[in-house]
């Protein structure tokens, strides 16, 4: 239990789905982050919200649209994905962004298939 | 902007050998430094964090990192290996300074393989 949630787990999609990943933090954090993990290459940073505004859009492709309803919870909207957005998203928090040793906190990740 | 290099994509070692895995950095000003786990199918683990109060650190799981500021590095060591060590090890580096200051910079991982 790392304090970091993610659901769904395991995704499965066609790319003219919409589908939307969950990440809840229990650790009191003001920084939330989105990564994407895949295969053979480094782990990429996609979007980072603190204090619920967001803060930096590492160049994502609009069809990943992310969402900090408040700073406990984020999403990741997903619609009209394409196979090679398939990878493990990985879902961080930390107590704020910009913090020097700022330690940042994983989720278990949500496998998503694009078929 | 910072880059950080894990050098060693796979290391191999056998069960009850010592683990050392390296790590490269950029920065010209000392930084706050993190190791993390990947065991499969989860999520990445902190295994420990380096301040620069001190030259060696101790992790979880029985794994220590030394910082030698003057090579720019940091190694991630274990004495003796364990079956349950086999996992992706991350290196990654806060900046210190600039537009990107508080900002992790992750190493391209090492899969570590512990055979019996």
């Known amino acids: 239990e790392t304090g970091v949630t993610q659901t769904p787990r395991h995704l499965v999609m066609g790319m003219t789905n919409k589908k939307s990943l969950k990440c809840e933090q229990h650790?009191?954090?003001?920084?939330m982050y989105w990564y994407k993990q895949s295969a053979k290459k480094p782990l990429e940073l996609m979007f980072v919200?603190?204090?619920?505004?967001?803060?930096e859009n590492n160049s994502v492709p609009s069809r990943f649209s992310p969402e900090c309803p408040n700073s406990s919870h984020l999403f990741l909207h997903l619609h009209t994905l394409q196979p090679e957005d398939s990878a493990l998203y990985l879902c961080?928090?930390?107590?704020?962004?910009?913090?020097?040793?700022?330690?940042?906190?994983f989720g278990e990740g949500s496998w998503l298939t694009v078929v | 902007a910072q880059s950080v290099t894990q050098l060693g994509s796979h290391v191999s070692v056998s069960e009850g050998a010592l683990v050392l895995l390296r790590c490269n950095y950029s920065s010209s000003v000392p930084p706050y430094l993190f190791w993390y786990v990947q065991y499969p199918n989860q999520g990445l683990q902190l295994l420990l964090k380096?301040?620069?109060?001190?030259?060696l650190v101790k992790g979880i799981n029985g794994f220590e990192a030394e910082f030698k500021k003057s090579e720019t590095s940091s190694h991630l060591t274990k004495p003796s290996a364990h079956m349950s060590d086999a996992a992706e090890y991350f290196c990654a580096v806060s900046d210190a300074s600039g537009t990107s200051y508080g900002k992790l910079t992750f190493g391209q991982g090492t899969i570590l393989t512990v055979h019996p």
């Open positions: 919200y603190n204090f619920k505004e967001q803060t």
């Open positions: 650790l009191g954090h003001n920084a």
């Open positions: 961080a928090s930390s107590r704020r962004q910009g913090a020097q040793g700022n330690t940042i906190y």
């Open positions: 380096y301040t620069s109060a001190a030259t």
